[in-house]
């Protein structure tokens, strides 16, 4: 076998680790203080301008309405866009989920023009790509909500090509039968106009909504021709002339219930989870001690420990959350050969069994083997619903072995003051090193989770994973054309 890292190398990462924690209630600071700061959007300001101004919704107040009432709505990336290179864009300038729409259950990806007038930084499109992904996993029918001004030009090479996996991803779901919806709610420049009218359904808002590759400005620029948004790309326009939309409503109630309506036509294939709406309680908080998070994330009495006395490092449990069967695997310390062995073994039961997995992952590391591989095997061809949690620091091998980012677990979440440590084999001082705020402002995991919404999110996240699995979908067909 070959170390990842020396005995100095751990003890260097150690202290690293230990300078760079915090208390929880510092953690929990944190996480509110970054949380109120994403749900303010583009701020008071713009938010003002947004409301009395442009006579348009926040994005919230959109979904609040959109949304059967009384049911649950799982967001993801809720602290993406913070601190980036480029600034700050509060929530990546959107807001995507999973929530109940006309009865169905659906993914929605939501515009917030209040953070830079809706425009696609490489973040926001990363977002909205990995809303897609989602959807496509999940069988999830999928709801575009837009007012974009289109991709923000000094990072247009960062953009431009990523953004066209946006259009394929459409076409491709579309094609294996998934339903897309758009609702256009503002001006939507460029690509927008694109994702507007991609889906099969297209509902547009009089004197709101927009559809253009460029502005009346840009129009007066190039060719001096003075035209109002209306004539150039308004409901009129687009609903009588060029029909590139499908549904003409004058008011946000209008549109609310069109939009309710045409998305209820799926409700027959997509009906909610009898227990979408269920509450748990929960019974975790902050602790270094992942074995304890698994007895806490659990349904009580339901735990069943799996070779527990072999290869201690990691611990697999067979277990209910919220009435559902799951494998957990808890990784804790160094994960010898015996608990690779182990894990690969109990990863490859629950496939055959059709068990979720949830991989917990603590202060953990290990070193690269046989075992390891076979573990890394097992996890990568698993086709059962993965869900990973990081509570600590997850270092090196041990990380991507435990389902890490490069495996591609369905979903993925981090605690604050979780971390993620790749350590240089060579022994040398250099560390390179994410904690779970840098993750989630760069999508690196889908969302930052407190300890006390831990066991409501898994849940959620297993019911949306699993609802529409073996959904026989009607695959072969091509998106409906509009031009």
Excluded at 285 to 293: A, K, L
Excluded at 341 to 369: E, H, M
Aim: proline share 4%; hydrophobic share 35%; charged share 20%.
């Amino acid at each position: 076998k070959v170390s990842t890292q020396s005995t100095g190398s751990r003890a260097r990462i150690s202290d690293f680790v230990r300078t760079q924690s915090s208390t929880s209630q510092d953690l929990l600071a944190t996480w509110n203080k970054r949380w109120e700061q994403c749900k303010a959007g583009g701020g008071e300001k713009a938010t003002h301008r947004h409301v009395h101004k442009n006579k348009k919704l926040p994005v919230r107040e959109k979904l609040h309405r959109l949304l059967d009432p009384g049911t649950c709505f799982l967001e993801w990336g809720r602290q993406a866009g913070l601190e980036l290179r480029y600034g700050d864009v509060p929530c990546a300038g959107s807001v995507g989920g999973v929530g109940v729409v006309g009865g169905v259950l659906t993914m929605i990806m939501a515009s917030d023009a209040t953070v830079k007038g809706g425009t696609v930084f490489p973040i926001t499109l990363k977002k909205q790509l990995r809303m897609q992904d989602i959807a496509d996993r999940f069988n999830l029918p999928a709801l575009y909500i837009v007012d974009s001004g289109g991709a923000y030009l000094p990072e247009q090479a960062n953009i431009f090509i990523e953004g066209g996996k946006s259009f394929y991803k459409q076409a491709v779901m579309a094609a294996r039968g998934l339903p897309q919806m758009a609702l256009v709610c503002g001006s939507c420049t460029a690509g927008a106009a694109y994702s507007s009218v991609m889906p099969s359904h297209c509902v547009i808002m009089k004197e709101i909504g927009s559809l253009y590759l460029a502005g009346p400005p840009l129009v007066k620029a190039a060719t001096g021709e003075e035209v109002t948004t209306e004539e150039l790309g308004g409901a009129d326009l687009h609903c009588k002339v060029s029909g590139s939309t499908d549904y003409y409503v004058t008011g946000y109630d209008e549109a609310i219930q069109t939009v309710r309506s045409i998305v209820h036509l799926h409700s027959d294939l997509f009906p909610v989870p009898s227990s979408w709406n269920d509450k748990l309680e929960e019974r975790c908080s902050f602790t270094t001690d992942v074995n304890q998070v698994a007895m806490d994330v659990a349904d009580e009495g339901s735990l069943l420990k799996f070779k527990e006395y072999f290869g201690t490092g990691i611990q697999c449990y067979f277990a209910k959350l919220g009435g559902i069967k799951v494998g957990v695997l808890a990784g804790q310390g160094e994960i010898d050969n015996k608990g690779a062995l182990k894990a690969s073994n109990f990863v490859q039961i629950c496939q055959q069994t059709d068990i979720p997995l949830i991989f917990v992952q603590g202060d953990v590391t290990t070193t690269y083997s046989r075992e390891l591989a076979s573990l890394m095997r097992s996890v990568a061809i698993a086709t059962v619903p993965k869900i990973t949690l990081i509570t600590g620091s997850s270092t090196g091998h041990a990380y991507l072995a435990m389902c890490g980012g490069g495996l591609l677990p369905d979903l993925s979440y981090q605690w604050p003051g979780a971390r993620v440590t790749c350590s240089d084999d060579s022994g040398s001082d250099r560390i390179s090193s994410l904690d779970a705020w840098e993750c989630s402002a760069n999508m690196v995991c889908d969302d930052i989770i407190l300890p006390s919404e831990t066991r409501e999110t898994l849940r959620l996240s297993l019911l949306a994973a699993r609802a529409f699995r073996d959904t026989n979908l009607r695959t072969g067909t091509n998106s409906v054309l509009k031009f």
